[in-house]
Nanobody, 120 residues
Framework: QVHLVESGGDLVQPGGSLTLSCVAS????????ANWYRQAPEKQRELVAT???????DYADSVKGRFTISRDSAKSTAYLQMNNLKPEDTAVYLC??????????????WGQGTQVTVSS
């Protein structure tokens, strides 16, 4: 079994920065790919950033140049560094990791979500 725990969400002023973490525990051998989504009230869930198994990275246009996705398989952790935050970035952020287990099976798992609020 694999369990994801997110952290790092907070209330921050416009222009501020946050780093979100998504830690995988349990039968984890490696993080193959990682995705960060966000869900704002009354809006559709949006894919914000993705890093694939070859470390190819892509971002939503709305966050390009401000957000950075990364992963550290040794720590079983994925990160989302967010700079120059704007009020429209306010949302619950969810990680979605493709995990290679110690039994060498691959599955996707979701974190519980962490609230990011950007407001003065």
């Amino acid at each position: 079994q694999v369990h994801l725990v997110e952290s790092g969400g907070d209330l921050v002023q416009p222009g501020g920065s946050l780093t979100l973490s998504c830690v995988a525990s349990g039968s984890v051998f490696a993080i193959k790919s990682a995705n960060w989504y966000r869900q704002a009230p009354e809006k559709q869930r949006e894919l914000v950033a993705t890093i694939d198994v070859r470390s190819n990275i892509d971002y939503a246009d709305s966050v390009k140049g401000r957000f950075t996705i990364s992963r550290d398989s040794a720590k079983s952790t994925a990160y989302l560094q967010m700079n120059n935050l704007k009020p429209e970035d306010t949302a619950v952020y969810l990680c979605n990791l493709e995990i290679l287990s110690t039994r060498f099976t691959t599955s996707f798992y979701w974190g519980q979500g962490t609230q990011v609020t950007v407001s003065s």
